[in-house]
């Protein structure tokens, strides 16, 4: 177990890294879901594989295919000029990623009992998972489909918009 | 990354247009036909269409051949109906000589031509289909009929699809005996393949809705671009040149010429299946009437024996015909000689191809592909 | 060497054997591996079995599909279809392997090397991953999870990003509009696919497929049901066109756009292609038989049999489709899936929500009654503006 | 209602797929090097050259009207000559071009002398473009009873006609042999 860990964890952190130093934009959105697929292997590994499977189905079904539209349908975003003139500071990137992760240690370590939680092997089932969120984390639940309903409504005003004008 | 033309500056999203040609090499142009589409998304912006890739100097070639000498390169003008192609040069010629052409060769012209007209929208129907994206069903069965018509001229002129089969005032040979009640039976067993078709196709929802409000060739533009043929009556124009001129024995043969509505790929695929249930009745008719007789008249016979020294009295004429494409008239011009002066061919696809751009603004890619399908061209006419 | 004793039992226990004949065959290799290997090394040997089994399986079975669609759509054409090479052309799958290999493979020149070369692989492992989840039998599925179903969905909308990729990676306009028309066809049939599917996980309580098949045992499949049906024919549709197959055959439609997003692509790559999209085809068909149609489950014969029977019924009906329909445009496509199949696919729930709470007798007619006006209104709607029936025409002098 | 003209299509489709196996001409197929579409009588493919007995004695008379009549000019001839160098009435060398030959029968028609016909063999693929395809005058001549077994018809009428002329220009001749014997010392 541990040794699939640390591997995942490798391939997580090196994809991570090429995912943002890469030149040609369409290899950095492939890193990206490579990210993706890593993170839904490490829950796979902690046993919360409905967590997992929903984090590929979300993250590289779709997330992904948007960042490529993104990369795709904006005019010659892949060509190199971008790079030319920007100098590459590496000394902020590493000044702000370590500043993030103290924080989150910090937070994760004040609150629960990191040992107790990794070595329980409760199997996490998707009906008390169905339960828990539609009767204790009910608010969070409505909370998140009112910006989803929000989300859709903005982008068809955008292609009503654009159809309005077109035709 | 595509050599894209700079689209007039939109406040909201401003979108790249895409220039595609939709190119000379292509499964559904119908031959070598090129479309330079200038698209926004999928919808046509702008459509130059390129033709010439099939030029084979046809006019100028016949400039310098005896007058039958050009007969069978009429063949290669339409490939799919050679034998229409041959009576309008036919035609063109007895107009000019004064030959007049006797009774039985006028019916087997007449049956020659509707049997033609089957072949033709038969086959139209199924690649109108396959544009569509019906994977080959629809030609494969336009295909099983158009095989038996084939093989009736195969009988009677010796070859399929270059029949070279008319000379000038009659026809080069009679009928073979088997030939008339093999017809009529392939005449009387058409109408359940066309039933079957229809079933098949008409009332199909996805056929409906791909066809239906697409294309639509409104009527004063289709008379001033003088498109002709069932492209014109399916916008609700009656012009049908068998009825007008009546030329040959047409007007002894009671049918009647139907016209859409609309003037969408729908009407256009329609009013062929009506033209060929008319067809069939004139070939019907035909079949009765049919008379005993010589098939080519005396001054023909000579001609057609040495074409080299065959003299056209001087003078131009321009006979014209009612082809299954539209109106396909040939304009020849004669010294005298042996050789024509000028030969020109009016064919109906290419004046008909001319309004491509006019329907296909604003629809999809995939309607471009259809309208084209549906205003039934072949290169070798349009290309000469 | 006979067994003398097996003269005397009847047809059901041949039958149960023949049914168990897979499952005992590995127990057998693993006793074999027990008495040998190491523990670590025979859960390797146990997992490799079934891997390889299925990876043998895949290529055949799409191999073998390629000569039935030719087979099928040919006989609909009144023609043989492929009969030369072998019998009845069953040599010809072969004949197509050895000439997609031999074939000469085209980068064209502006074309990112990377992505033309990666592409087919990504679009052909998520294919070949799902068949470890579909239920091959009794107690003969490779991977039983607990979210079996759910990760089906997963990996199949992976897909879409490496059909995107192939394309965006050739560099030409064909493929750059067929790879816009597959990933906006793909994504917007996944979710009625997906609701469609939901039905069956409401009724049964459960996302594994193993347990939804064992739902349906005998004779009581859930197609029998007014929801069940509506389900399968929805998710049908919804899968026809996940696999890009007529008449939703728009991201390779050859009469408009040459051959979409695998336009450049010859040689096994193109192959390849080919082999995920027959794959798709199987592991949808195989999916929908387990969710509607009972799996395995059937009376007499062995489950496996059942299994392959109504999978290949299901890709029939497929092929049957391919050699009668012509193919949608793109925005009647994207109005079909989200005015018409979304809908369908929500009433249906409502169908099932009632199905579980009311008496049967109520539920039926219930069911049925909304499934029918819900129909009859959605057809309506759809068709109010640009369907005429029967469109008038004159017959002139 | 919405689906029934899609479901008669496919009702279509599955009455042609059973009807495959079942009605006798369900199948359209001809498969071709086993099997053969009887042949047309007036089918015409390349032309020939016919001779009644011998090879050497083609009907061709080296007229070159065939050659001045082919809208594509694919024949050339050369008249043949004797020993003293008088032209002779046969073709020394006959050839068409089959790379150019559209085998529109024009040829058949205009010649005078029933020498050229339009044979039924098509099955005439060759390796070489440049001189295989370029038939010689043995390659094109066939013996008159392959004309007769091919397009028995056609071959009565014209046996008929020869036979007509023939005792047509017999008459005519009887009466001038009588002093063209006393001539010949």
Redesign the interface.
Known sequence: MIAAFYLISVVLIVSAVLAVSLRNLIYCTLCASVVFISSAALFFLLKADFIGVVQILIYVGAVATLLLFAVMLTKNLVSRQYYVGQKRKWSYGIFTASAVLWVLIGSIRSQTNLAELVTADHQLSVVSLGKEMLTAFLLPFEVASLLLTAAMIGGIVIALEEKKKSS | MTNTIETQTRPSLSTQQLEVSIGPQHPSTHGVFRMNVVLDGETIVKLKPVMGYLHRNHEQLAENMSWLGSMPYTDRLDYFCSMTNNIAYALAVEKLMGIDVPERAQYIRVIMAELTRLVNHTALVGFLLNDLGAFFTPVLYAFREREKILDLFESVAGSRMMCNYMRFGGVKLDLPDGFVDCAKAIVDNYPPFLEEMERLLTKNEILMARCQNVGILLKDLAVNASVTGPVLRASGVNYDIRKIDKYGIYDRFDFKVPLGTVGDVYDRYYVRILEMRESLKILRQAFKELSAGPVISQKGLIAAKSPRNMKVPAGDAYGRIEAPKGELGFYIVSEGGTKPYRYHVRAPSFINLTILEDMCLGHKVADAIIILGSIDIVLGEVDR | MLDPRFRGSDIKECMENLDQIFVQAKRTVMNLAESVLPQPLVLLVSMLISIGVIAAIGPVIMMYLTWLERK??G??????GPNRVGKFGLLQPIADGIKMLTKEDIVPEGA?H??HF?SPVLVVVPALLVLGLLPWGRNMAAVD???GL??F???T??G??SI??GA??S?N??S??GALRA?AQL?SY?IPQVFSAVVVIMHT?T?SIVEIVNAQPGFNWFVFTPWGFTGLVLFYIASVAECNR??F??PE??????AGFHTEYSGMKFALFYMAEFLQVFSLSALAAALFLGGWQGPFLPSWIWFFLKTYGLIFIML?????????????LMGFAWKFLLPMSMINIVVVGIWTYASPIVAWVLGILIIAIS??VL?KL??RY????N??????? | MWGTGVLKGMAVTIKNFFDTYTSKNGIFTVEYPEKRLPEKERFRNFPILVYDEKPEELRCVACDICAKECPPKCITIVKAKDAQGKPLKQPEVFDIDFTVCMNCGICEETCPFDAIYMDHEFELAEYDRMDALIYKKERLSRPWTHFEKIRPTDAKEINERRAKDATKTAAAVKPAPPQASNQQT
């Open positions: 099928v759509v006989r609909i054409q009144n023609r043989i990112d990377i992505l990666l999870l607990q979210v759910l990760l969905f997963a990996i909308s992976t879409t990003l995107f990729l965006w990676g560099r306009k064909f750059l509009l990933v994504i996944e309580q996302i007529t008449p055959d728009l439609a050859e009469s408009e756009i040459v049957w489709f391919r050699g009668t329909f012509p193919r949608l445009r793109v925005d009647q129909f009859g057809a759809n068709t640009h369907i005429e029936r469109r008038k025409f004159i017959l002139a002098e």
